[in-house]
């Protein structure tokens, strides 16, 4: 007893108080940790709706139509985006993974309701009539708007400097459950918002989001991979020079392809009439010219049936691929400045693929299936600065790890060679923080 009296006379007071601060550090690391989990099962609920929606009911829709209505149906759906947009959501640009970026960046960015609701009726309309954007773009919005508002209901569990953890977890949930990858969701809302860095201190939550996200989507519907390569042979000497290649091509793509999509961003800020009428006239013409030259519709809607059952053909023809590719860019492009609301990852992506198919059929026209998926990791992690996690996005999707090695290669050229350019604007340097409690 007087040991124990003497032990608590000697022990300094600061270290009770530090105790205390552990425990509530605990305490309040559970809870997020909880909160992570449950914006991931939200998230994935919804992206599994939103799915639903633009894939199984609009766009299967579309397809079933003649060719004529098909032709002409992104420009209906460019003007109800437009006037979604302008009416419902009060004026909101169609930014979605850029809203994220600023919300990351400035605490005072606010992500709503209103607009949220606005941009994904929006994205349905944009996407389910065929527009030629990505799901991922509403559904990494969708969730880190979801962790955003969850989190300001409980503001006690979050220090101040903590305010994006459940807006970072919402976004890894909604791009983990729209491909399907766990780890690609974690990873890419965590190394997009800086270019060079990562934001590490979310890297639990972002974490646990990702992984309920996926499992409630999946749960849902099938955990299949999105791309479905039948061969990728293993790799050689040979193939990592053509690696580095890919890479330094996929750069300059990359940075051709940033810049266009930025100048379609700038003009869809005209007037509703002369945006849609130039881009709508600009995606008939693009459609038409697909189909002449291939028989297929291949400039619309988000291209994966083009990368996983038409690009995968060993007898197309260089200058064909080379055709495709141009117009599959250009109908991205038009279908942003219309006024279009959907991601560029999978632009991005595409863009990869076509690439890497075009060094392929002239380094090693054997291994083509290896070369389209060195593209897409190359392309992708220049045009958004993220080479983890384009790497990771074609070893998740196609289920198909070999190619890492090469993929690692390819994916560092093109970020060497990529310079300052990046698709998006709001992406910063570690030392650029907007704000001070980072």
């Known amino acids: ?81 437009s006037l979604i947009l302008k009416y419902i959501g009060k004026g909101a640009s169609g930014a979605t993974t850029d809203e994220y970026l600023r919300a990351f960046h400035d605490r005072h960015h606010l992500l709503g ?6 941009r994904l009726s929006a994205s349905v ?10 799901l ?29 953890t459940l807006l970072v977890a919402g976004a890894a949930a909604g791009v983990a459950a729209i491909f399907k990858a766990p780890a690609t969701g974690a990873i890419f809302a965590l190394e997009v918002p800086y270019r060079d860095d990562l934001a590490r201190r979310m890297l639990l939550p972002a974490l646990v989001a990702s992984a309920t996200g996926y499992f409630t989507f999946v749960s849902l519907s099938d955990t299949s991979p999105i791309f479905r390569v039948v061969d990728v042979p ?9 690696a580095l290649i890919i890479g330094v091509v996929a750069a300059l793509g990359a940075r051709l392809f940033a810049k266009m999509m930025k100048a379609a961003k700038a003009f869809s800020l005209r007037a509703i009439a002369i945006r849609v009428s130039l881009a709508g006239t600009g995606l008939v013409l693009l459609f038409w010219l697909s189909w002449v030259i291939t028989g297929e519709h291949l400039t619309k809607g988000t291209g994966y049936e083009v990368i996983t059952e038409w690009l995968i053909d060993p007898d197309l023809a260089l200058w064909v691929i080379v055709a495709i590719f141009l117009m599959r860019c250009l109908s991205s492009a038009f279908t942003m400045a219309g006024g279009g609301v959907g991601g560029v990852f999978i632009p991005l992506v595409v863009g990869g693929a076509f690439t890497g198919r075009i060094v392929g059929e002239v380094v090693h026209p054997e291994r083509y299936t290896l070369y389209t998926l060195l593209g897409i990791a190359a392309f992708l992690g220049a ?37 300052e350019q990046s698709i998006t604007v709001f992406q910063r340097r570690p030392y650029e923080r907007l704000d001070t409690d980072s």
């Open 1 to 81: 007893m007087i040991g124990g009296r003497l032990r608590l006379r000697l022990r300094p007071r600061s270290f009770d108080v530090r105790r205390d601060e552990f425990r509530d550090i605990v305490n309040r690391s559970r809870d997020a940790v909880l909160l992570a989990a449950v914006t991931g099962v939200i998230v994935g609920l919804g992206v599994r709706g939103f799915e639903y929606l633009v894939i199984e009911v609009a766009y299967h829709w579309v397809l079933s139509t003649n060719i004529w209505l098909m032709a002409g149906l992104p420009v209906v759906g460019l003007l109800a985006s």
């Open 113 to 118: 309701i209103r607009p949220l609701i606005a």
């Open 125 to 134: 309309v944009t996407l389910g009539s065929g527009g030629a954007l990505g």
């Open 383 to 419: 045009g958004y600065r993220v080479p983890l996690a384009a790497v990771m996005f074609v070893a998740e999707t196609t289920g198909r790890p070999n190619f890492v090695v090469p993929a690692l290669f390819a994916a560092v050229a093109a970020e060497l060679v990529m310079g």
């Open 136 to 164: 991922e773009g509403p559904s990494l919005y969708g969730g880190a708007t979801i962790g955003h508002s969850l989190q300001r209901r409980f503001p006690r569990l979050f220090r101040r400097s903590d305010h994006r």
């Open 234 to 242: 293993l790799f050689s000497l040979r193939d990592l020079l053509g």
